[in-house]
Structures are given as C-alpha cells and as structure tokens.
Nanobody, 120 residues
Framework: QVQLVESGGGLVQAGGSLRLSCAAS????????MGWYRQAPGKQRELVAR???????NYADSVKGRFIVYRDNAKNTVYLQMNSLKPEDTAAYYC??????????????WGQGTQVTVSS
C-alpha cells in the first residue's frame, strides 16, 4: 500500500504565495509521474500541474507562469509553488502519483486533499 500525505494549504490574500508538499510512502519501487489536481465546489477535478520522473512538466493554461511543480525523487516528494494567487485558484488541491509498487504493479494513488483559499 502507498500513502500520499499533503501539507501546505491555507488562506492567503490575492497576489500571495503558497507552497504545497506531497510525500509518498509505503510499498514503492518507483514513481512515474506525480502531480496536482484541484476541485472547486460544483466543478470537476482538473489537472493543475504534473511532473515525470525525468523532470518533464506540464501545466494547466490557467496557472502557467504562476505555478511551478518540482519533485525530490530521493524523498518521493512533489511540491507545488503557487505564486500570484487569484481568487479563482480557490479549491481543494489533490496530490496524485502513478506508482510502481514493490510487487511491480502500476497503481494510481491520491492524497486526501488540502484546501487553498484565496481572498480578494
């Protein structure tokens, strides 16, 4: 079993910054891509940013130039640096990881979510 534990959410004023962290632990052989999704009330969950094991990234158009995703492979941790936050960034943010387990099964895991609220 694999666990993803997120931290770093909170309340911030528009224009401010936050950094989210997500640490993976458990029966991990390797982690392919890791990333962040978000879901606002009444909306579908959407991809925010994702990073592969080799460091390739992709971002939602709405966050390009403001958010940066990076990872520490030695710590099985992914980060999301969020700058120039806007009220429309308010959502629950979920960590996601595609993990190859010690049994060499590729499985998709989610964190429990962390709330980000941006006030205007």
């Amino acid at each position: 079993q694999v666990q993803l534990v997120e931290s770093g959410g909170g309340l911030v004023q528009a224009g401010g910054s936050l950094r989210l962290s997500c640490a993976a632990s458990g029966s991990i052989f390797s982690i392919n891509h890791m990333g962040w999704y978000r879901q606002a009330p009444g909306k579908q969950r959407e991809l925010v940013a994702r990073i592969t094991s080799s460091g390739s990234t992709n971002y939602a158009d709405s966050v390009k130039g403001r958010f940066i995703v990076y990872r520490d492979n030695a710590k099985n941790t992914v980060y999301l640096q969020m700058n120039s936050l806007k009220p429309e960034d308010t959502a629950a943010y979920y960590c996601n990881a595609m993990v190859e387990t010690l049994r060499h099964r590729v499985e998709n895991y989610w964190g429990q979510g962390t709330q980000v609220t941006v006030s205007s």
